[in-house]
């Protein structure tokens, strides 16, 4: 097969798999995540290349998904539908101490995981230290601390 | 218990573009999502792209039977079976071109006494001298050349075989 068909074919074909999948499959590396992606990479590989081999075919493919990454980058700059369609949106999950409990459950986002970046980045203890919690478009939580008055 | 799952809605200070409503529509498509993935898990399970109940396809008649896989995909190595019983003489297996375009003829187990290119295609012919192998498997194992629909009519012995296949690519 065509390296450019294989090479657009897997590329939009994972990107809406990991879209579907979720934010929170891309940014939090658990050890099911990391094998996860290391299993998906190699079974890439095999599909990408095919039985051909040559270094010919290699950098074919290279081409063709870096011009795709930057045929989308180019777009979604032009396009905000796209934009939000590739990347989404970002998601207040917390407001004012309180855990929004729907929106979390629909995101696939507990109450530890927004409890783990407050430590991490503020050293927060408890719930009601934090303002806001957002659900960032890359899939991290950021915490935006109550002011100091 | 619908109040329970209503979103929940709210003024905020923060600079930020929430976009609702592309959250509930996402979220919408990626229930229906999952969804299709665990169907077509399910469907590659029983053999919808090869190796498995619905791709297996059994065809017979006089004696002479034929099994292979109905779906399969690219570069995947893929077996046609043919069963004679209770054969008188020689066993003559004509395979149309058309049919070998789509198909590497890998090998042939056990191979043929005499393999012949005529008009209507590559003929196989098992000699039956001894008159002892009354029953006989023969194993043909193909490569797909190309994706998409690859069928042809064999003949065995004057019966007519159509043999269908889906190539995924």
């Known amino acids: 097969m065509n390296p450019t068909i294989r090479g657009v074919a897997i590329y939009i074909f994972l990107l809406v798999l990991f879209r ?4 929170r499959s891309l940014s939090q590396i658990t050890t099911f995540d990391f094998v996860l992606l290391l299993i998906v990479g190699e079974a890439t590989q095999q599909a990408l290349l095919g039985d051909d081999f040559s270094i010919t075919n290699s950098l074919l493919v290279i081409i063709v998904l870096m011009s795709i990454d930057l045929l989308f980058s180019q777009l979604k700059g032009t396009f905000n539908l796209l934009d939000r369609f590739v990347e989404g949106a970002p998601l207040i999950i917390v407001e004012h101490g309180k855990a929004l409990k729907v929106r979390m459950k629909k995101s696939g986002v507990d109450e530890e995981d927004v409890l783990e970046a407050a430590r991490v980045s ?3 203890e408890r719930m009601n230290q934090i ?3 957002v659900l960032e478009r890359d899939g991290n939580i950021s915490i935006i601390p109550f002011s100091p008055q | 218990m619908g109040s329970k799952n209503k979103i929940e809605r709210f003024k905020h200070s923060l600079e930020l573009d929430e976009n609702l409503a592309l959250h509930l529509k996402g979220w919408k498509i990626q229930k229906i999502s999952w969804l299709f993935i665990l169907g077509m898990v399910v469907l590659t399970a029983l053999g919808l792209f090869g190796q498995g109940p619905l791709s297996k396809q059994h065809v017979a008649q006089n004696n002479i039977a034929f099994e292979y896989e109905r779906f399969s995909r690219y570069s995947k190595e893929t ?4 069963q004679l019983k209770d054969r008188k003489g020689a066993a003559r297996i004509a395979i149309p071109f058309s049919y070998i375009e789509g198909f590497r003829l890998e090998s042939v187990v056990p191979e043929a006494d005499q ?7 590559f003929v196989y012919t098992f000699t039956n001298s001894t008159e002892k192998e009354k029953d006989m498997i023969i194993h043909f194992y193909l490569y797909p050349r190309k994706a998409g629909r690859i069928q042809g009519t064999w003949t065995v012995n004057q019966s007519d075989f159509k043999l269908s296949h889906f190539i995924y690519p």
Do not use: C, N, P
């Open chain 1, 20 to 23: 579907i999948l979720g934010k």
């Open chain 2, 115 to 121: 393999t012949d290119m005529l008009e209507e295609g």
């Open chain 2, 79 to 82: 077996v046609v079976r043919l």
């Open chain 1, 131 to 133: 303002k806001y919690a």
């Open chain 1, 122 to 124: 503020h050293g927060f």
